[in-house]
């Protein structure tokens, strides 16, 4: 059973810091794009970053470009996301997700194939 585990969300002072993990279990995906979404109360999910399988390539929502890392490690089968600066409006439930095959890096939610069960990030002002 593929499973992907978010950890790390929690309630943070606007300004602060936190890392998220995501640990994939029951295949490896260090040959397949992963990422990130989040979704705010009465809100859509939205994108907020990428990685392909080396970690060569990364692509940022423009909210969180400069302020969020994205990054992985192929041999723990874990993904991160560094979060800096935060603000009130990075709160949300934030979901990884893992591409099922091979391919570049993609904001389309559609392509992803294995998704968390998320992890709440609350941003207090």
């Known amino acids: 059973q593929v499973q992907l585990v978010e950890s790390g969300g929690t309630l943070v002072q606007a300004g602060g810091s936190l890392r998220l993990s995501c640990v994939a279990s029951g295949r490896t995906f260090n040959r397949n794009a992963m990422g990130w979404f989040r979704q705010a109360p009465g809100k859509e999910r939205e994108f907020v970053a990428a990685i392909n399988w080396s970690g060569g390539s990364t692509d940022y929502a423009d909210s969180v470009k400069g302020r969020f890392t994205i990054s992985r490690d192929n041999a723990k089968n874990t993904m991160y996301l560094q979060m800096f600066s935060l603000k009130p409006e990075d709160t949300g439930v934030y979901y990884c997700?893992?591409?099922?095959?091979?391919?570049?890096?993609?904001?389309?939610?559609?392509?992803?194939?294995?998704w968390g069960q998320g992890t709440q990030v609350t941003v207090s002002s």
């Open positions: 997700a893992a591409a099922g095959s091979r391919g570049g890096i993609t904001r389309d939610s559609e392509r992803y194939d294995y």
